[in-house]
């Protein structure tokens, strides 16, 4: 790799450090605080001239105080004459906020995306989309990496057998169904219902038979756990003989690790694309570090290598 300097927003650093560390590069050194009447600051502290340089960003709460980071840090990069400025974000933020579904609402998720533009933003890796649709908000590239194929080696290696794979409503249904054919297991689907704007899913029956079977749920991410619980009850309402949990983004907000831990969930795995910190790491909980697929990702961009094959599950 030539020309290349990757840095780490603050709460990207253990994240970014091992992308470098598989890499073989050196983390880039960046001066970042705030100053008494709380404005960010940030100085790049080595030269980035006509560099191929690589802001990495996570979203973990205060998300707003990131996003300020991290269009802070770009503007930085770009006013330190960089070549190319990608911004790596493992869990795009706002994500959820995709589309005007209610009257006189935002769709945040296309704004983030005009503002990374007008920081000066030449591409975006990102990965397991809420909605895929997203990557069209942008006019620059948008790379959308998957956790699918971390997620299903893990599974595998558990050699489970009568294994039924779990939708946690309609919308997750064609993730599930990838799923089943890697495991050559059939699904089965959570009728589901959300209350409002209050994250509160209530799941009233299951499609499909998972009487005495392992079941794996499978979802893109878990904020409070609420449609993960409501899932898992139905489950055991149903016979499901052990009941596993996979996601990419694990937000685990307010209630979510007292009910993970309340649950009858045996094993919930996540990414670590949203950091979590030690407190919340309890025993049912196992972590996958999804930092060497980004690494491979920046080393294919900047070797202008295809990342084709990153995208796609067998």
């Known amino acids: 790799m030539e020309n290349i300097k990757i840095f780490a927003c603050r709460s990207a650093e253990n994240f970014t450090k091992e992308i470098c560390d598989t890499l ?3 983390l880039g050194q960046i001066d970042s605080f705030k100053f008494k009447n709380d404005n960010n600051f940030v100085q790049i502290k080595e030269t980035v001239r006509e560099k191929d340089v690589y802001i990495v960003q996570t979203t973990m709460p205060p998300v707003n105080e990131r996003i300020m980071e991290l269009l802070i840090t770009v503007d930085a990069a770009k006013r330190a004459s960089a070549k190319r400025i990608t911004v790596v974000i ?3 933020m706002y994500s959820r906020s995709d589309k005007k579904d209610q009257p006189r609402i935002p769709i945040t998720a296309k704004l983030m995306a005009q503002l990374l533009e007008a920081a000066g933003v030449d591409r975006v890796m990102t990965c397991d989309l809420h909605n895929p649709a997203i990557q069209a908000y942008f006019n620059i590239n948008c790379d959308r990496l998957t956790a699918q194929n971390l997620l299903q ?3 595998k290696q558990k050699n489970l057998d009568n294994m039924v794979i779990v939708a946690t409503d ?4 064609k993730k599930a169904y990838k799923y089943s054919e890697y495991f050559e297991c059939p699904i089965a689907l959570i009728d589901k219902r959300r209350d409002g704007n209050n994250d509160k899913a209530i799941g009233t ?3 499909g038979n998972v009487k005495g079977k392992n079941a794996i749920i499978f979802d893109d991410e878990v904020d409070t756990a609420g449609s993960m619980m409501e899932t898992a009850r ?3 309402e149903h016979g499901a003989n052990a009941i596993y949990a996979g996601c990419t983004h694990g937000i685990l907000s307010g209630p979510a690790i007292e009910r993970i831990q309340k649950s009858d969930i045996k094993e919930f795995v996540v990414t670590n694309t949203v950091p979590i910190p ?3 790491r309890i025993d049912k909980i196992t972590i996958l570090s999804i930092a060497p697929l980004f690494a491979e990702a920046i080393k294919r961009l900047n070797e202008a290598k295809p990342l084709g094959d990153l995208f796609e599950v067998e």
């Open 205 to 207: 029956t299951v499609v």
């Open 153 to 155: 080696s893990y599974f």
């Open 170 to 173: 309609a919308g997750s249904s």
């Open 24 to 26: 073989g590069v050196e």
């Open 90 to 92: 493992p869990y795009y």
């Open 278 to 280: 030690e407190e919340k």
């Open 234 to 236: 139905i489950l055991k």
